[in-house]
């Protein structure tokens, strides 16, 4: 008895580059380029105020025009859209997508030219689409824009936004999946887990990997097992499991 692979199995992936990840955080250069991006002509009737984060205790730095807010809160950009709240005709995925891209757009040509991988989930008047940004030709998990978008348009974004500083002519085999399912077999089967329902490959931040260029991203294989809440992370690079439950 073996392990059962329930999904498709994507082979020959290249090379991956080193890169390293640096958030654009919330000082003020970085919060009054992104405003007046956003909010273009109607930049100087903005209101800015503080409030307190529930998440770090710190103070979020709030930029409000209309029924707009962004909020600043340490990586992270909160944006709400308080119109009242009539969703309209639940929009199609085509139509959501339409949407969030031009909601991107607002936030400078630097953010809306990036490729992205892009994960939709269906709600009842709407959709939740987050935004991966692409190295290599896979997404960079720890940096994203997650939007909601009812009929209406977008009504909340949460945006972590990151520069990719990809390391000029380095880059490193990665193990064949094969080999990674080999690794993870004796770990499945003791703990009796024995299907496998996803496998992908992405890039995400390696613990206690920083340096003066920034927060070092690997690529992993992620994979979602029968029975497992959490998925289990493998250094492509390496063969080493990095996480799992």
């Given amino acids: 008895d073996g392990i059962f692979v329930n999904t498709e199995i994507t082979r020959g992936y290249a090379p991956k580059s080193f890169v390293n990840m640096v958030y654009i955080g919330s000082g003020v250069a970085v919060r009054d380029e992104i405003g007046k991006n956003f909010f273009k002509d109607s930049w100087t009737n903005v209101r800015r105020s503080t409030l307190v984060s529930k998440k770090t205790g710190s103070n979020i730095m709030c930029y409000t025009f209309g029924n707009e807010t962004l909020g600043y809160d340490g990586n992270e950009i909160q944006y709400v859209n308080q119109r009242a709240f009539i969703t309209g ?9 339409s949407m969030g ?26 959709w939740k689409l987050t935004y991966y940004p692409m190295v290599d030709g896979i997404p960079v998990m720890d940096s994203y824009i997650e939007v909601g978008i009812d009929g209406k348009g977008v009504y909340r974004a949460t945006l972590c936004l990151a520069d990719m500083n990809i390391i000029s002519g380095q880059k490193q085999d990665i193990f064949a999946i ?19 329902n996803n496998i992908s490959i ?17 690529p992993v294989y992620k994979i979602d097992v029968d029975g497992l809440e959490e998925s289990i992370f493998v250094n492509a690079y390496t063969n080493e499991i990095l996480r799992k439950c």
């Fill in 89 to 97: 005709k639940k929009p199609t995925l085509d139509k959501a997508k």
């Fill in 101 to 126: 891209n031009k909601f991107i757009e607002r936030f400078g040509k630097k953010w809306s030219q990036n490729k992205y991988h892009i994960v939709q989930e269906e709600g009842q008047d709407g």
């Fill in 178 to 196: 094969d080999l990674i399912l080999f690794g993870i077999e004796d770990y499945m089967l003791k703990n009796q887990y024995t299907q496998i």
């Fill in 202 to 218: 992405c890039y995400m931040q390696e613990e206690n990997e920083e340096n003066v260029l920034g927060q070092k991203v690997i």
